[in-house]
C-alpha cells in the first residue's frame, strides 16, 4: 500500500514537472494559445496538486495510526485491588496442598492400618497368607499348549513374558486363581518359548490354555 502510494506521489510529481515545462514552453514559444486551453491546464495542475496534497495527508494519517498509544499507569487503586487478588490467589493454593496433603496422610494411614489387619488375619490363617503370596507373585508366562505323551509323558509349551525369569531348570507353579494347581520344571528355553514338564505329584486337575506361571512362593 505505501510503495503504490509513493509511486503515485512520483507520478503526480512528474506529471506537474511536465507540466511546467509544458506551461513554460508555451508561455515562451506559443502567443497565440487561446484563454480555453490556457484555463484547462491551469485546472490541470491544480488538481494534480490537490492529489499530491492528498496522498500527503493520508501518509501522516497511517503513520499516526501506526504509532502505539501510550498505555496508562494502574491507579493506587487498581495496584491494591490487583495485590489483594494475588494474594487470595495464594491462600487458596495453600489450602488445597493442605486439603491434598491430609488427604494422602489419611490415605497412607487407612493403607497402612488395613496392611497390618491383613498380617493379624495371616498370622492366625496361614492359607489366607497364602493365597495373599500366590496372588501378588510376577506373571512369568502362561500355558501355550499342553500335550499328553503316552512314551514321554505329558509336557506344556510356554508363553514367556520374562525371559530374564526363564532357563532350563527353572521351577514354575502353575497359578489358578489364588491356588496352584502343580509345578514344572523348563527343560529348553528358545526364542519362539519354552518348554517344560510336569514334576511328579502335579495333581489330578490338568494346565489349561492361558493359565499363569509364577515362581513358586516361599511361604
Known amino acids: 500500500m505505501d510503495t503504490m502510494k509513493l509511486l503515485l506521489g512520483a507520478t503526480v510529481a512528474l506529471l506537474l514537472g511536465a507540466l511546467a515545462v509544458s506551461w513554460q514552453g508555451m508561455t515562451s514559444g506559443v502567443k ?33 495510526k501506526a504509532t502505539p498509544a501510550p498505555v496508562a499507569a494502574p491507579s493506587a487503586a487498581e495496584m491494591e485491588a490487583l495485590k489483594a487478588q494475588l494474594e487470595a490467589n495464594k491462600l487458596a493454593l495453600e489450602t488445597m496442598e493442605m486439603e491434598k496433603a491430609s488427604l494422602r496422610d489419611a490415605e497412607v494411614e487407612m ?41 514321554y509323558g505329558g509336557f506344556i ?20 486363581k489364588t491356588g496352584i494347581l502343580g509345578q514344572l520344571k523348563v527343560s529348553d528355553v528358545t526364542p519362539e518359548g519354552a518348554i517344560a514338564n510336569p514334576i511328579p505329584g502335579f495333581g489330578p486337575v490338568q494346565p489349561q490354555v492361558g493359565d499363569e506361571l509364577i515362581l513358586p512362593p516361599q511361604y
Open 157 to 176: 509349551t510356554i508363553d514367556v513374558r520374562m525371559p530374564e525369569q526363564v532357563q532350563p531348570g527353572t521351577i514354575l507353579a502353575i497359578r489358578r
Open 111 to 151: 493403607a497402612e492400618e488395613g496392611l497390618l489387619g491383613q498380617r493379624d488375619l495371616e498370622k492366625a490363617d496361614v492359607e489366607l497368607r497364602r493365597a495373599r503370596m500366590i496372588a501378588e507373585a510376577l506373571l512369568i508366562g502362561t500355558v501355550n499348549e499342553y500335550v499328553e505323551d503316552a512314551q
Open 32 to 64: 497565440n494559445t487561446s484563454p480555453d486551453e490556457i484555463a484547462r491546464l491551469k485546472k490541470q495542475v491544480a488538481e494534480l496538486r490537490m492529489e499530491q496534497d492528498k496522498i500527503q495527508l493520508e501518509k501522516q494519517l497511517q503513520q499516526i
